[in-house]
């Protein structure tokens, strides 16, 4: 039987050992806490910086931050679309990418891994879209049709019960895809139980040469 490569979990009390009534000490919290030695981050939804001060200033080797609308500090941050910026920069000097959404972060995510060649990616993701979210949508996302092979039109009653397996399937996917292999995926939800805290981290599997 095939080895499961895909670590799922997370409470707030136990996995970081700490509840609070505001989500972001855990978003710095899951970012302290899985930080890798001599990180360099680039951090694609940098807004005014809570994240660079809580938790990568003083802390990283390197960091970059970008948004499209607003930065902290020009001199560390690109005013620019976070897609668009990957898929036209080099983006290997990079170990951590901060995916800190409003909205889904996986699309982003998926680009990232289409040009990564990093030996481990260390991802943090914000996961505030409708299929965590909504206890009544059953409407698929795009990126789910494509990935579960659903029709896009496609309703599952209680989608929402099938937000961590289609996490786990998804990250199958970019394994195969890709070349990586996860070696951790870990969640903690805010308070209320709508937005997901994610860490990944995967390993190339690609042979060096
Ligand atoms: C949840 S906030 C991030 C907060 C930030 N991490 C911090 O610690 O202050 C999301 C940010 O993403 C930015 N954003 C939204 N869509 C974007 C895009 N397509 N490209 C770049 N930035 C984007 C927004 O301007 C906003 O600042």
Known sequence: MKRPTVRLGGNPAHTWGKVDNDPSPLKEE?????????????DLHCGLGKMYREAYEGRVAYYHGIDNTKVFDPRICTI??????????????????????????????????????????????????VIPRS????????????????????????????????????????EKRFGYRTV??????NEKGTVYFWVVILDSVRETS
């Open 184 to 189: 951790r995926a870990s969640w903690t939800l």
């Open 80 to 129: 620019q679309d976070n897609s668009a910026y990957v898929m036209a920069n080099d983006i290997s000097r990079y170990d951590v990418f901060d995916i800190d959404a409003y909205g889904c972060p996986w699309q982003l995510f998926y680009r990232v891994m289409q040009k990564a060649k990093q030996p481990r990616i260390t991802a943090f993701l914000t996961d505030g879209a």
């Open 30 to 42: 899951i970012r302290r806490q899985f930080l890798p030695e001599s990180a360099s981050v680039l």
């Open 135 to 174: 206890s009544v949508s059953s409407h698929i996302t795009l990126l789910q049709s494509a990935i579960e092979h659903l029709p896009r039109s496609f309703a599952v009653p209680g989608l929402r019960r099938w937000y961590i397996p289609m996490v786990a399937t998804m990250l199958r996917d970019v």
